[in-house]
């Protein structure tokens, strides 16, 4: 759609801040970009980040805004086990914004680009009432994608990383929770400049049969509902296996509502038909690795003590309660109230 | 990043719409797409139509809106003369708009999506401020891409359609334009429900040597520019020669202005290297074609009366001023006041 003279000097500087391809046989500055044939399955996905939806520009710098933009596109390829390819970006852009802010952005991007291989092959840059910066991701997978719907009863249930983090971060950059400095730096980083497992995604990729997979970004819980609601299937997960930092607990304590509820953590969650163990795994794929739970053929996800006592039934016959599970509020009042 | 229940409530709605994939081997519920290798050299493009910025609810339906968000990313295939394949959608919605408007709006985007031949894989939706709706279109192209910058100098310069209209339309819709029905409403369509000339653009691209060419999103002025920077070369344009159609006529005169300056006609300016009649051009390409004027080595575009007398001359020195042209206003002044 037409543009203003402001946002073609912008596309411009912006431009020539991306450079010639690598990838792309002609990259930003044409209607399109070209791009080679692709000889593998291609992945395909797109997300975006809105200003006081999903962040707030007094919370970070403005690279961590432009690298946090990809790296949640970049998840989405990670839990396809996939390998990120080229990308396009959508500026929204409001008024009260100067040229240097993009310039850092698109710097944070250039270089979280540049460690993911990944190449901006071209994007478009629009006016709006607030900042938001929408990126369509473009990948490829040689062997078998992780699918949402292939976890099976008896799979075993593993996470990457930490759970909770970035919901903890988030937090304390809304001064709803408190914390020392050094935990307070690790979780709010987490939320700030969260990695993409990338690496790990290719890594499972290569166990068979293929893991079901999905990469964390609403919460542990939410987004394992989306497994089991593609697989038809249910899961238990162990209360006392989620895996908490030092950080965690330090500012949150025991309580592991955050690491099940709270979203952000752009860990991947992913189903073994065969069970191996943690650290096996964690040396397999290069990242902290925890068994917390396994697939069931019951229909719905409960959440167990260490006694094995269910804390928490998703269908919503939560011990003791009657009225059906509608959100993260309702649960967390359950399991801690 | 993380989703509301509402947010999920809409996807969910949407994505049944969308319904599995022809092209897609996995479209719409995963982490990404899954898409079969691409033979072909592809095309990537983004685009994007804010609320209040690029439209108005109050203009036309959510249907055309729909339509429209997917034409804009259809006329970039096109330019490039090549086929769109797969898109996926980024939905930014705001408070207010109940889930029949979108419904509607998927419906229109559906429909222009099925007569594109274009497969919708995936999405998300967020929440924002101002309704939006960004589009990543991926598209091939099999033999040589209508490029930017292979104007030469000595190529004749066309346009498919007439130009204007949608700028007109536009007016119109913003009550700074009046028409009598019959002209206003054929103004009005030819901005809320452009037509991309996708068909045009894979059939120029038939022609050898490939034509420069691009889409007349910005205004032919506009994005003739863009030719000629890409190109290195400049351009004569015959004001007479310009295509308006009656409605236009009707509605604004025998003015040229709209029809230089005005955006979003999504009409095809193209530079063939051996000159056809624009009846052959018209019979060719199935659109109508006007030939518009030439590329020259000056570097610069200039604008000629029916004698050749330079109305206009890009570099800033129109007859008589002296100022450099910042703008379509002081270029619309010039040329008419």
New interface residues.
Partial sequence: ???S?GEFHLIERLLKRLGPGRCA??GP??????????????????????E???FKLGWGTPEALGARALT?NL???A??G?KPT?C???L?VRDGLGVRFFDRMYQGLASAAAHAEVEV????V?????L?I?I?L??E?RGA?L???AARPGDTIYVTGTLGDAAAGLRILSRQLRAPAAPRKFLVDRFLQPTARVQAGLRLARIKPAPAA??L???LWQDLGHILK?SGAGAEIDAGALPLSAAYRAAVGDDPSLALGG??DYELLFCLRHAAPAPALTRRLGVRVSRVGRITSSGAAVLLDDRGAVLLDARGSAPGGASPL??WDQLRSRLVG
């Fill in positions: 759609v037409s543009k003279p046989t002609l500055g044409d209607d399109c970009a070209i791009l080679p044939p692709a000889h593998a399955r291609q992945l395909l996905t797109i997300d975006s980040m809105v006081d939806v999903h949640v998840s989405d390829i839990a396809m996939g080229v396009v970006v959508n929204s092959v071209g994007g478009n629009t006016h709006a009432s607030a938001a929408t369509a473009l990948g997978v994608a699918r949402r719907d999905i990469d970004s609403d919460g593609r979203g952000e509608t959100g």
